[in-house]
């Protein structure tokens, strides 16, 4: 069975730092394209960034989150990361690993083939 778990998440002052673990289990990373979605109270699904089997292994971010974020993996763990610096209140949300079918520009997955529960980054002072 095909399972995603996050952790990592927690509160964090503005400008702080945090890092996110997503381990995956039945699968190997290098099946399906891998990355990161976060969705904030009210608000839709926003890609955070993604890596791409078919570009290379490119690894996409959003606009919002360039310079700031970074992506990472680790095979011989079957875990992907999500470093988060310099965090502002803008990025508090419910943040998730998923695998899909494609990884687009910005960060943005399509064909969604399995996410995880997710782990709540809230950004305050």
């Known amino acids: 069975q095909e399972q995603l778990v996050e952790s990592g998440g927690g509160l964090v002052q503005p400008g702080g730092s945090l890092t996110l673990s997503c381990v995956a289990s039945?699968?190997?990373?290098?099946?399906?394209?891998i990355g990161w979605f976060r969705q904030a109270p009210g608000k839709g699904r926003e890609g955070v960034t993604c890596?791409?089997?078919?570009?290379?292994?490119?690894?996409y971010y959003a606009d919002s989150v360039k310079g700031r974020f970074t992506f990472s993996r680790n095979d011989a763990k079957n875990t992907i990361y999500l470093q988060m610096n310099n965090l502002r209140p803008e990025d508090t949300a419910e943040y998730y690993c998923?695998?899909?079918?494609?990884?687009?520009?910005?960060?943005?997955?399509?064909?969604?083939?399995?996410w995880g529960q997710g782990t709540q980054v809230t950004v305050s002072s």
């Open positions: 998923a695998t899909a079918g494609w990884c687009r520009p910005r960060g943005v997955l399509t064909n969604f083939h399995s």
């Open positions: 890596l791409s089997r078919s570009d290379a292994g490119t690894t």
């Open positions: 039945g699968f190997t990373l290098d099946e399906y394209d």
